[in-house]
């Protein structure tokens, strides 16, 4: 077909990619006007521990679009915004929030102890002023820095290992925590494990799913759990929808859960009544 197209000739795009570039121009266009506008929100989920005590909550993004009116999920423009940069201050705005978060928790005995995990992209960790952003974030809302985990991938580590550790580590001694999430999911996940400063580990739901009914699975997860046993690392078993699930991870030593048996994201709102 690039043949037929024969030199010197220009190849416009089939309508089919034309259509595709367009959807994608208008919503990059949407997004950058909703991070303006402020049609961003946080919903929060729960994490409870093995007594079934709540330990903190996980920050999930979510796009409250007045013009389609509906409420639109991550995965449909985070993956965006890492692309064309828009992360960066979408990223800035959630930690902003969280930090408020958590100063807010910090006011009731009932939520004073509560962690708070946000996402953090690659290309957010590879700013040269991320640490300053966390830090004056933190300074600005006054929360405790200790209550603060930032959730990586892997994705984030592939850059620059040495500057990601370094950066790390000057978090760490500002009191933040890391957690590695969707573990098990990259190729190098253990590579990682041992090379940077990690506090937790989250389990991710793909292992969890079928943890009762394929033997594979059940053997993984528990081989993670007593990694992390013997490596002094906490652990978070995510997607966690089942008491049968829950009941094998239990038995298997997990100390940390979240899922939709716990409870699914949702405004503060929501949260405030059950815990
Ligand atoms: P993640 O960080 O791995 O978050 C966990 C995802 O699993 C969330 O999807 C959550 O709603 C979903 N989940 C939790 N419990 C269950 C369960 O029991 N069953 C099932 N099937 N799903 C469960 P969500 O909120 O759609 O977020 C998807 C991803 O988007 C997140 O995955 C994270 O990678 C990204 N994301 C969300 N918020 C942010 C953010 O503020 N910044 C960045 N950079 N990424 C974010
Ligand atoms: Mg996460
Ligand atoms: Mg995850
Ligand atoms: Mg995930």
């Given amino acids: 077909q690039a043949k037929d197209a024969g030199r010197n000739r220009v190849r416009f795009f089939s309508p089919a990619m034309q259509i595709a570039i367009e959807a994608r121009l208008a919503l990059e266009h949407a997004l950058r006007r909703a991070l303006r506008e402020e049609e961003l929100r946080l919903y929060f989920q729960p994490q409870i521990d093995q007594h079934g005590r709540y330990i903190g909550a996980e920050a999930l993004v979510r796009w409250h679009s007045r013009e389609q009116g509906t409420l639109i999920p991550p995965m449909q423009f985070i993956p965006l915004a890492e692309e064309t940069g828009l992360i960066l201050g979408l990223g800035q705005w959630v930690v902003r929030e969280a930090c408020q978060q958590l100063k807010a928790w910090e006011a009731d005995p009932q939520t004073r102890e509560l962690q708070l995990a946000v996402n953090v992209s690659a290309r957010q960790l590879q700013q040269p002023d991320f640490v300053a952003q966390i830090r004056d974030s933190l300074a600005e809302s006054g929360a405790n820095p200790a209550r603060l985990k930032l959730e990586l991938t892997e994705s984030a580590f592939l850059a620059n ?115």
């Fill in 161 to 275: 290992t040495q500057q990601i550790d370094e950066r790390m580590k000057q978090l760490r001694a500002l009191g933040v925590s890391f957690s590695l999430d969707d573990f098990g999911t990259g190729f190098s996940s253990l590579s990682y494990l041992k090379r940077l400063p990690f506090d937790q580990l989250k389990i991710d739901q793909a292992f969890v799913r079928d943890v009762t009914t394929d033997p594979n699975d059940a053997a993984i997860v528990a081989a993670i759990l007593a990694m992390s046993r013997s490596l002094g690392l906490e652990i978070i078993a995510e997607g966690v929808e089942t008491e049968a699930q829950r009941d094998f991870l239990l038995e298997n030593g997990c100390h940390g859960f979240q899922g939709y048996l716990f409870g699914r994201p949702a405004p503060i709102e929501d949260l405030a009544q059950v815990w």
